[in-house]
Structures are given as C-alpha cells and as structure tokens.
C-alpha cells in the first residue's frame, strides 16, 4: 500500500505558509502565486492552523468581512487534521472523506513535512489502480502464452 511519505517524496515536500497575523489578501495573493488551495498557519514554527479558499469564502465573501484588513487566525481552520507520514493513502481519503476536507498536513513529532491535497491523494489512487491492472494484464499474457 501507498503511504504519505512515497507520496510526499514523489510530489515534492513544499510547504507554503503564513503567519496567523497576515492580512488574508496577502494569504491569498501566495496561494494564487503559488497554484495551492490551502496555507499551514505557523506561529514559532509552531502548526497553529490552516486557512484555505473555503474559508476566504465562507468567511469573506459571505460575511463580506474586509480581506486586506482581516487577519489569517480570525477565518483560519484552527482545529486541524492532521495525517502521519506513515499512513496510508487510503486512510487520508478516508479521513478527508468523513472530514469534509481537502487538505492534511502531515506531522511527524509535531514538525510539518508537508501537506497533501484531495487532488494528491486522487492522483495516487489513479497510479495505484493502474499499476494493479497492468500487472493483472501481465500475469493474464504471461500465462497465455505459457499454455
């Protein structure tokens, strides 16, 4: 089975964040600078929250709150979930399924390795699957010809 940590190594150990105290414009020009969906709140080097384009919508848009002056940690997910790198990809869909959510840091003694997206976690699946089918057709072939 898959684990976080060979999805980690194969898409890469980015981690883009923010402070809780930026403005949420700010937190939204890197999100859009970078193609991410979600940002890790650190204070201290500290995981403190994540903050991602639901909550800019949720939070902003629906209570037209003012972006440039709003801060990170007054719409940011403070209670977040998160994944070891030793679980499986599907435990993270699973959790991200049951969770409502689309992205999970991944922590491992309380240090953020990386964080991995719905759209991570679909890619991998996708891989897997077609590995297992390739192999099948394989064997099938294999033992075609042997008979």
Request: aromatic share 4%.
């Amino acid at each position: 089975m898959s684990t976080v940590r060979r999805l980690l190594e194969t898409k890469g150990k980015f981690i883009w964040t923010t402070p809780p105290n930026a403005s949420v414009f700010d937190a939204l020009k890197l999100m859009a600078n970078k193609d991410v969906g979600a940002l890790v709140v650190v204070d201290d080097s500290r995981l403190v929250g994540i903050v991602s384009e639901r909550d800019y919508a949720r939070r902003i848009i629906l209570e037209e709150l003012p972006p440039r002056k709003t801060k990170v940690e007054e719409i940011m997910t403070s209670k977040v979930i998160t994944v070891h790198p030793e679980q499986t990809i599907q435990e993270c869909m699973l959790i991200m399924n049951k969770n409502h959510i689309r992205h999970l840091p991944v922590l491992l003694d309380e240090k953020v390795l990386g964080v991995i997206s719905q759209g991570d976690v679909v890619r991998d699946l996708i891989y897997q699957q077609r590995k297992k089918i390739q192999n099948l057709e394989d064997r099938l072939t294999s033992n075609r010809k042997v008979t």
